[in-house]
T-cell receptor, first 111, second 113 residues
Framework: RKEVEQDPGPFNVPEGATVAFNCTYS??????FFWYRQDCRKEPKLLMS???SGNEDGRFTAQLNRASQYISLLIRDSKLSDSATYLC????????????FGAGTRLFVKA | DTEVTQTPKHLVMGMTNKKSLKCEQH?????MYWYKQKAKKPPELMFV???????INESVPSRFSPECPNSSLLNLHLHALQPEDSALYLC????????????FGQGTRLTVV
């Protein structure tokens, strides 16, 4: 089992749609969780941290379920500019807090 | 604009060359990272420096040699690379290693010929 697994993509949605991504992690002792966004041929950029209590930033909502070891990202009212790869990132907590990236889920938002 | 600066942006080197990648941040972050990213793959962690000391080495071949001269700078020295080492090399920094909300540089696109 991979340490961090994400929904396989790509997701193709129309503008205005709501889309949800899921991510599971294997190490129950993982310490911290993040969603990053990466545009084509650009560097990853932190989208939001994921807290046990949930985290909302405008159209984006992230949730953590420690019991089931999964993280989710919900995007409401999708915009064309949301088209990107979304990377789930887990800080493993072992061996000096190793940061592990999921394979990423590609999102295409179409007009 | 990214606050982590990497140079050069592009690099083409032969298998016998020696070159260095440079990374600089002025955010006062005490953790700095090197990642390697191949096309259509996620970044793979190579090295982590915490307070200028090497904290994690993900079994990277010795032809890659990191160096952290001070808290703002991180170098990656390259020697005798192979064509399969061609990739995007990303530097990142975070406030602390235990709080890895990281800022990435734009990367160096490396081609080994």
């Amino acid at each position: 089992r991979k340490e961090v697994e994400q929904d396989p993509g790509p997701f193709n949605v129309p503008e205005g749609a709501t889309v949800a991504f899921n991510c599971t992690y294997s190490n129950s002792a993982s310490q911290s969780f993040f969603w990053y966004r990466q545009d084509c041929r650009k560097e990853p950029k932190l989208l939001m941290s994921v807290y046990s209590s949930g985290n909302e930033d405008g159209r984006f909502t992230a949730q953590l379920n420690r019991a089931s070891q999964y993280i989710s990202l919900l995007i409401r009212d999708s915009k064309l500019s949301d088209s990107a790869t979304y990377l789930c990132v887990v800080n493993d907590g072992r061996g000096g807090f190793k940061t592990i990236f999921g394979a990423g889920t590609r999102l295409f938002v179409k007009a | 604009d990214t606050e982590v600066t990497q140079t050069p942006k592009h690099l083409v080197m032969g298998m016998t060359n020696k070159k260095s990648l440079k990374c600089e941040q002025h955010m006062g972050h005490r953790a700095m990272y090197w990642y390697k990213q191949k096309a259509k793959k996620p970044p793979e962690l190579m090295f982590v420096y915490s307070y200028e000391k090497l904290s994690i080495n993900e079994s990277v071949p010795s032809r890659f040699s990191p160096e952290c001269p001070n808290s703002s700078l991180l170098n990656l020295h390259l020697h005798a690379l192979q064509p399969e080492d061609s990739a995007l090399y990303l530097c990142a920094s975070s406030q602390e290693q235990v709080n890895p909300e990281a800022f990435f540089g734009q990367g160096t696109r490396l081609t080994v010929v």
